[in-house]
């Protein structure tokens, strides 16, 4: 690419001067613009073919050789040794050295040589129309002597300039593949104690160090990892020598000329005698020192090239990062373990819980199981109970609201056929009295159970609003009223209550035993209403309900669930 540059600024220079000063051409101004935008369509050839690696060095070489001959026909037809496009040649000369190396502007410039004689003999011997300025004699000689005297001046200097960055190039291209594998010698490690080693024979196989030390830690006192020449470590002083600090503060390397065992006794006692020492730090990711690498460089010279430094620097810093990535990983694999440990007595402890936990449910089943079974015996138990408590209460309410009552009533009745067929026994009246006075005790009870279960349904199952009762005398005896708002029913089902409960054929039947009567009115959604009557006196003078018996028992069919 920067060729392709180049030759557009060789193309664009000609045309500008052409379009400036044309006097300074010998042939025709277009044919020089014509051949010069021919170059540079040709010169767009190896730009193209770049990546082709079969193509691309030949036609790079190709194109070298069309740009000397490109500039020697421009100088030819613009004045010959005193062209003033003859810098061009220059210019080529110094660019090719520079971008592709010395060997090659070397060669170039012998080109550029030949070709620039080659039109100089040309134009002296009127092959080619040449410049009409160009000196005759002795003169012509020394222009041309010049010109390329300066030409390979130029290339030389150019060259040894190049040769010396190349070489530099060179060896930084071997540090660097040093550095890759000590790299990957550090990946292939099997764990930190590795490291630092590796780290010290790089160093000193790469950049020729006579010894080294390697100390760091992950977290307190500094320990010597690697050294090249390691003695006994027992006496070592303990702490961190105040250059190290010095080193970490500084966050850089540091050259010194030799270490005075008063202030640095650890690095003195590790590196005896040791002069010229470059001392560099170890730092992780995000700036915590890990500790310290101390090189002897050896030798009288007490300075060191700034990419030495620079590598040395490099190699320590990858070192670093993979040591404190190893820590991580043995810590993480420590962890790991305790982990694997307490899972381990976690699943026994959990397997334990699971067997005490089945244990203790089937124990806590079986308990349950058992508990059932009593529960159910007493449920038997007490619904036995409460069934005979009904049963007999319901046998003495029977003997006590029936025959009691019946009874009272055949006697009343008897009692004023025997009055009327004896008027003269007066003590017959006060008997008969005492009779109805027994009755209406017997009807207050009647009229109160009717009105409770009347209460009582409606309150469980009317779902009403309001439920009104009314009380009245009427007829020589009590009426009541109970009503309800409530959802009401359908006049199917039993007559027959609930269990402990008084149906309405029940409340029916005591009403009338009671020389009274009993009715129920409702229809779903309409509400209900219990309508009953009880006598002061005797069961003849009693008043008959609105509606047959037949209607009284079709409107008091109800279901059990609804009245019990």
């Known amino acids: 690419m920067y060729l392709s540059v180049l030759r557009a600024g060789l193309g664009s220079t000609v045309l500008g001067l052409m379009a400036l000063a044309p006097g300074v051409a010998v042939l025709p101004v277009g044919r020089i613009v014509a051949a010069t935008i021919a170059y540079l369509a040709v010169s767009v050839g190896p730009f193209a073919l770049r990546r082709n690696r079969r193509l691309a060095l030949p036609s790079m070489q190709a194109a070298l050789l069309l740009d000397g001959i490109y ?27 520079l971008l592709c190396s010395y060997r090659t502007g070397l060669k170039i410039a012998l080109w550029h040589t030949t070709l620039f004689l080659l039109v100089v003999g040309s134009i002296e011997a009127e092959i080619i129309e040449g410049s009409a300025t160009l000196p005759e004699g002795a003169g012509s000689t020394v222009a041309v002597a010049l010109a390329v005297t300066g030409l390979w001046l130029l290339a030389l200097g150019t060259a040894t300039a190049a040769a010396a960055s190349e070489r530099q190039l060179r060896r930084q291209k071997v540090d660097l593949a040093s550095l890759s594998t000590m790299v990957a010698r550090i990946d292939a490690g099997r764990g930190a104690e590795e490291i630092p080693g590796i780290l010290l ?20 006192d500094l320990r010597v990892l690697a050294a090249t020449d390691q003695g006994p470590l027992d006496d070592l002083p303990a702490g961190i020598d105040p250059l190290i600090e010095g080193v970490w503060t500084d966050r850089a390397a540091r050259l010194v000329r030799q270490i005075d065992p008063a ?27 890990l500790g310290a690498v101390a090189l002897e460089i050896g030798g009288t010279s007490t300075g060191m090239r700034r990419w030495v430094v620079s590598m040395v620097e490099q190699y320590v810093a990858h070192a670093a990062l993979a040591l404190h990535n190893a820590w991580l990983t043995e810590d993480r694999e420590a962890q790991l373990e305790t982990i694997r440990g307490l899972e381990q007595e976690l699943r026994a402890h959990n397997l334990e819980l699971e067997v005490k936990v089945a244990e203790r449910t089937e124990e806590l089943r079986e308990t349950i199981q058992s508990l059932e079974e009593i529960d159910e015996q007493r449920r038997r138990l007490l619904a036995h109970v ?8 319901r046998r003495i309410a029977n003997d006590i609201h029936d025959d009691p009552v019946q009874k009272m009533v055949v006697l009343k009745m008897r009692l004023e056929l025997l009055a009327k067929a004896n008027p003269d026994l007066p003590d017959l009246d006060d008997a008969r009295d005492a009779v109805l006075g027994t009755i209406r005790s017997q009807t207050r009870v009647i009229l109160y159970r009717i009105a409770q279960e009347a209460l009582t349904n409606a309150r469980k199952h009317a779902q009403a609003d309001e439920i009104r009762v009314k009380l009245e005398e009427r007829d020589g005896g009590v009426w009541m009223e ?31 035993m009671a020389a009274g009567w009993c009715t129920l009115r409702s229809l779903p959604g309409a509400g209900t209403t219990l309508e009953v009557w009880l006598p002061h006196e005797e069961a003849g003078n009693r008043p008959q309900a609105t509606m047959d018996d037949d209607d009284v028992v079709a409107l008091s069919s109800v279901r059990a669930d609804r009245i019990a």
């Open 201 to 220: 024979e790089a160093l000193r196989d790469t950049f020729g160090l006579e010894q080294g030390v390697v100390l760091a830690s992950p977290e307190g």
């Open 482 to 512: 109970i009503s309800d708002d409530g959802v009401g029913y359908a006049p199917e089902g039993a007559l027959v209550g609930a269990p402990g409960h008084l149906g309405v054929a029940a409340m029916r039947e005591r009403a009338e």
């Open 263 to 289: 202030t640095d006794p650890r690095l003195a006692a590790l590196l005896p005698g040791a002069r010229n020492l470059l001392v560099v730090p170890l730092f992780r990711e995000g700036g915590h020192a």
């Open 71 to 97: 500039l020697a026909a421009v100088v030819a037809f613009t004045g010959g040794a005193m062209s003033p496009l003859l810098f061009l040649v220059y210019v080529h000369v110094v660019a090719v050295t």
């Open 386 to 393: 409460v069934q005979a408590a009904e049963d007999e209460r």
